[in-house]
């Protein structure tokens, strides 16, 4: 069983990667597929007039702000558009695609966030009304179910609370969750960069193999979104899944290539 | 088993549909969702800078132009919006909903419309680029593995053609195939109306029950939006459904009224 992410920045050739995946699945080899949205999201919310704001943690950390509204434009773009258009170009290569997001069936269950403490013009205050959360449990039994049902599922990044809230989650960390979930042994996620590398952008510094106890000095110089991308990694390690492909998604055989070695392998 | 359509037409009163529908399922009623959204799409199309059109064919029948660009529109907020905002009220009111459009697993598949022909200005010409479609067969057995795993299917008014477009549909047609695929005893439609009145929109001219040689009659005075339910009424007794009724969604407890014989009851 293999997970593969498909990132939601320009540029991931979504062609190349699903005629790979046709190619996976019709050999027999199970896959499911976790996507992200944020940046579609910005793009629409903006249009729609409620442009993305994103705040500071106290801790440093940078964030998309998520109000009731922006959560349900979040939805839209993520689950809607997103989500159906790749199942449909699924469809369009043999493979029988199957869209949900966490909230269908509760597959992804997450504790929201209750309060964030967040620094604005040098002051700090409590934030309360953000509709994020950090996924607990991930339902791989139905999974399973639409994996031997012989459909591909195609997971948006949306879970729910225990009290019913739909909840924009981080697409990585989701991936990590659902490969734990399902018992896969291989976590492949496809940005729009060779892989991690040492000094970020210089490609000549790309990272080919990472171990395990190496994952704590990479949380240090990773850039920005690959932090998120090591943490998942290491989430996903803990739970299970033996080895971790970060991958360039832009290039033809994304899959094939990453699944041979290309890219960063921690393991 | 029971198929419920929810209208996109606005006054249906969720909360009270929502909390019906959890009474049933917690009777170990088995229910299936089928919704709407064209009031929706039409607000967020008209946001987005892209109004919706209206066509009118040369045998006079109006309908929606659907070019790429509003399938993508319609899909994200039918498959992204209303459905994931009903999926997270029904887990609100501890039902197990599950989201999912025709696209998905090939549920609804549909012969897409290839050409049109529309009148424009007094002058007839074809219509070539329109992403609408008839629903030609829905995977009952698919809908049926969700209702055994103790789901509850909503289905978003989307299906796949035999060469993997995705493409509008009607959702009231949608809704009839639905009931008639997974062998459903009754089919409600509710809708913003008490039911099918004989001179519309006077209420005191409801009719109660119509029996089905009268369906034909039905179709010429049935106003607008309702011709197509009345279509759908007859295509789901075709398909063995024994009972729909349409009923009227802005009340309290609408589903059990429905099923106690308020509205109009086709059989």
Not at 89 to 116: P, T, Y
Not at 235 to 241: C, F, K, P, Q, S
């Amino acid at each position: 069983m293999i997970v593969v992410k498909i990132g939601g920045a320009q540029g991931v050739n979504l062609d190349a990667v699903c005629r790979d995946m046709a190619g996976l699945v019709h050999e027999g080899r199970p896959v499911v597929v976790v996507h992200g949205g944020s940046a579609e999201t910005n793009e629409i919310s903006t249009m729609l007039g409620v442009p993305p704001r994103f705040v500071t943690s106290a801790s440093g950390f940078t964030s998309r702000y998520t109000d009731r509204q922006t959560l349900e434009i979040f939805a839209m773009v993520t689950s809607g558009k997103i989500n159906t258009l790749l199942v449909e170009r699924l469809q369009k290569f043999g493979v029988n695609a199957f869209g949900l997001s966490g909230v269908d069936g509760r597959v992804m269950v997450a504790k929201r966030k209750e309060a964030i403490r967040i620094v604005e013009n040098g002051r700090q205050r409590m934030l309360r009304d953000d509709y994020t959360g950090k996924i607990e449990t991930v339902n791989g039994g139905l999974l399973r179910l639409l994996l031997d049902a012989g459909l591909t599922p195609v997971v948006a990044p949306l879970a729910i609370s225990p009290e019913g809230d739909a909840l924009n989650v981080d697409a990585d960390r989701a991936a990590a969750m659902v490969a734990g979930a399902v018992g896969a042994e291989q976590l492949v996620i496809l940005t729009n960069v060779p892989g991690l590398m040492r000094s970020f952008p210089d490609e000549s510094t790309l990272i080919a193999h990472l171990p395990k106890d190496g994952l704590e000095q990479a949380l240090g110089f990773a850039e920005g979104r690959m932090k998120k991308k090591v943490l998942g990694a290491s989430e996903a390690l803990g739970l299970g899944v033996s080895k971790i492909i970060f991958a360039d998604g832009r290039i033809e055989q994304p899959l094939v290539g990453a699944l041979a070695g290309n890219g960063t392998v921690i393991s």
